[in-house]
């Protein structure tokens, strides 16, 4: 019923249903089999230090059996996208979305640097609705970006689920708005965690995310971009609110780290917080 609730399917046709289940059920047991092994996304990093031992993995498998996993297991959705670094657009990375949904306007993801079992906890995406979005104040609309292009483009996928599901998700997250923070950057070959979480932004236009790591994706999930890229042309997707995205009007926002832990195309004199100011220059005007 939540797989149902998330992609908005409530046609009339049992069998549409019968197929979007059936599609759902096929998805979540991919999350359980770690993102099922052909499609296999793995951590570009490996484990620091000492590797899981014997008594350890006793004291896992007894927690699991004794504890419950309540908030984890309400995870019924898996999206996979790719996010920029707020002030830096050169610094992308393929995101694995795990999300699990709080209400009809909001749902919250949390994100991995692949679909396995070691794979590295990045950070965490906030989804919510137009309407939900268009309540903030006006500062905090800065922090958020939007998913029109990401939907339209057919980066945005949900591997595993049928078309009719894919497209009823997608429908449903072409107006929405999300915040993203990362806390672990793996896609710089970081082993730990280091360094202050990072503002995180969606792309918005073609020609700013990299091919080769579009390609790469599709090749490896087998899928399509410009295929769904077709196939979503359809779908009807409201103006962006202007308030959101706000790098593309010359307010980058970014967190200062005061760890010194540059990140990849950051300069060493940009150590304030005006290093946001490094923003790629490519700003596509407003889509209407």
């Given at each position: 019923?939540?797989?149902?609730?998330?992609?908005?399917?409530?046609?009339r046709?049992?069998?549409?249903?019968?197929?979007?289940i059936?599609?759902?059920?096929?998805?979540?047991?991919?999350?359980?089999?770690?993102?099922?092994?052909?499609?296999?996304?793995?951590?570009p990093?490996?484990?620091?230090?000492?590797?899981?031992?014997?008594?350890?993995?006793?004291?896992?498998?007894?927690?699991?059996?004794?504890?419950?996993?309540?908030?984890?297991?309400?995870?019924?959705?898996?999206?996979?996208?790719?996010?920029?670094?707020?002030?830096?657009?050169?610094?992308?990375?393929?995101?694995?979305?795990?999300?699990?949904?709080?209400?009809?306007?909001?749902?919250?993801?949390?994100?991995?640097?692949?679909?396995?079992?070691?794979?590295?906890l990045?950070?965490?995406?906030?989804?919510?609705?137009?309407?939900?979005?268009?309540?903030?104040?006006?500062?905090?609309?800065?922090?958020?970006?939007?998913?029109?292009?990401?939907?339209?483009?057919?980066?945005?996928?949900?591997?595993?689920?049928?078309?009719?599901?894919?497209?009823?998700?997608?429908?449903?997250?072409?107006?929405?708005?999300?915040?993203?923070?990362?806390?672990?950057?793996?896609?710089?070959?970081?082993?730990?965690?280091?360094?202050?979480?990072?503002?995180?932004?969606?792309?918005?236009?073609?020609?700013?995310?990299?091919?080769?790591?579009?390609?790469?994706?599709?090749?490896?999930?087998?899928?399509?971009?410009?295929?769904?890229?077709?196939?979503?042309?359809?779908?009807?997707?409201?103006?962006?609110?202007?308030?959101?995205?706000?790098?593309?009007?010359?307010?980058?926002?970014?967190?200062?780290?005061?760890?010194?832990?540059?990140?990849?195309?950051?300069?060493?004199?940009?150590?304030?917080?005006?290093?946001?100011?490094?923003?790629?220059t490519?700003?596509?005007?407003l889509?209407?």
């Amino acid at each position: 019923m939540q797989a149902l609730q998330l992609c908005g399917i409530f046609d009339r046709h049992q069998e549409t249903l019968r197929t979007a289940i059936h599609g759902a059920m096929a998805a979540l047991m991919c999350v359980g089999a770690a993102g099922c092994d052909n499609h296999a996304a793995r951590s570009p990093v490996a484990v620091a230090g000492t590797g899981e031992t014997a008594g350890l993995r006793v004291l896992e498998n007894s927690a699991a059996l004794l504890q419950t996993q309540a908030p984890v297991s309400a995870i019924n959705t898996y999206l996979d996208g790719f996010h920029f670094t707020s002030g830096r657009m050169q610094e992308q990375m393929e995101a694995h979305h795990y999300c699990s949904v709080l209400g009809e306007e909001l749902i919250q993801c949390v994100i991995y640097d692949g679909n396995v079992r070691d794979a590295k906890l990045m950070g965490v995406e906030y989804v919510i609705s137009a309407r939900l979005f268009e309540s903030l104040p006006d500062a905090e609309k800065a922090l958020w970006h939007s998913h029109r292009h990401e939907v339209l483009s057919g980066q945005l996928v949900a591997p595993g689920i049928p078309e009719v599901a894919e497209r009823a998700l997608m429908t449903r997250l072409v107006s929405t708005y999300g915040k993203t923070w990362h806390t672990w950057h793996t896609n710089l070959s970081q082993t730990l965690p280091l360094g202050i979480p990072q503002l995180m932004m969606g792309f918005t236009a073609d020609g700013q995310v990299k091919p080769s790591m579009v390609q790469e994706r599709d090749r490896r999930m087998e899928v399509s971009s410009s295929e769904r890229r077709l196939a979503r042309s359809a779908i009807a997707a409201p103006a962006v609110n202007p308030a959101a995205d706000a790098w593309m009007h010359g307010n980058t926002i970014q967190l200062a780290d005061p760890t010194g832990m540059l990140h990849a195309t950051e300069r060493p004199a940009a150590a304030s917080a005006s290093r946001a100011d490094s923003t790629d220059t490519r700003r596509p005007p407003l889509r209407p």
